[in-house]
């Protein structure tokens, strides 16, 4: 049975932080509340030395129907409770890669790099789950190195199915995909996108109608069809709603 401690292994257990440490990082816990509140993101920090979630927002994705602050308390049991057996198995698996990553990276560049899956979460009290992706990436590093605050985001996923684990690393094109059959991590190259296809992505997803965007763009409706379908054929999604959800998990925007 899977229970809090078997998320953490050597890579993230960290020794001591003094209690006085605490006291410094209010005005980042106030930076990630605005942030949350301002963009209606899931938002949560984990703390790895006290091996519990320093905050939670208030936006419902994540939830599954509880209150942020039950949420704050269950911790990694929140986890346990509400996510499947498989995935559960996963993300054990996920956190040991990571982290193993992790441990490879220079200090000082430590903090450019976000880890990015999917995963389904439990609504116990509607008896449904969600396809949610969740990135997580170094907000305060100990003297060493080691993750001491994670700053996570949840958002409705793209994907169809679980898994699509990748590091991320900010301003570069490189990224990693790990293969759960090969236990490696796999070097690869984001799609690169002209201007145009960036533009109509954008556009798209601030509400902007196909004829709002062919005007704002100066070109032809038709010519905008075409940039959709080339970044649909790019980004292997059906749709534009998964094109922008995409661009945006794999931050090509």
């Given amino acids: 049975m899977v229970n809090q401690t078997d998320f953490f292994i050597s890579e993230n257990i960290i020794e001591h932080i003094p209690a006085e440490e605490y006291f410094k990082i209010d005005h980042i816990i106030e930076d990630v509340d605005a942030f949350a509140r301002t963009t209606y993101k899931s938002v949560y920090v984990i703390d790895y030395y006290r091996q519990s979630f320093l905050y939670v927002s208030e936006n419902p994705l994540f939830l599954c129907g509880l209150t942020a602050e039950r949420v704050k308390e269950l911790g990694y049991n929140f986890y346990i409770n509400h996510t499947t057996p498989e995935d559960l198995t996963m993300l054990l698996e996920i956190n040991r890669a990571g982290f193993k990553f992790f441990e490879k990276i220079p200090n000082e560049h430590r903090k450019q790099y976000t880890i990015s899956y999917?995963?389904?979460?439990i609504n116990?009290?509607?008896r449904n789950k969600s396809l949610i992706n969740h990135q997580i990436t170094a907000l305060r590093l100990t003297s060493d190195g080691k993750i001491w605050l994670?700053?996570?985001v949840a958002s409705v996923?793209?994907?169809d199915n679980s898994g699509n684990i990748m590091m991320l690393k900010n301003k570069s094109?490189?990224?990693w995909e790990y293969n759960r059959v090969s236990q490696h991590w796999e070097q690869r190259l984001r799609p690169e996108l002209k201007e145009i296809e960036k533009d109509v992505l954008k556009l798209s997803a601030m509400g902007y109608t196909m004829n709002e965007i062919a005007d704002t763009v100066n070109r032809s409706v038709d010519s905008v069809k075409v940039y959709r379908k080339n970044l649909f054929e790019k980004l292997g999604v059906?749709?534009?709603a998964e094109a922008i959800n995409y661009a945006m998990n794999h931050r090509l925007l």
């Fill in 150 to 152: 994670g700053l996570c």
């Fill in 173 to 175: 094109r490189d990224y």
């Fill in 124 to 126: 116990k009290e509607y």
């Fill in 157 to 159: 996923s793209s994907a």
């Fill in 238 to 240: 059906d749709n534009i």
């Fill in 118 to 121: 999917d995963f389904q979460i």
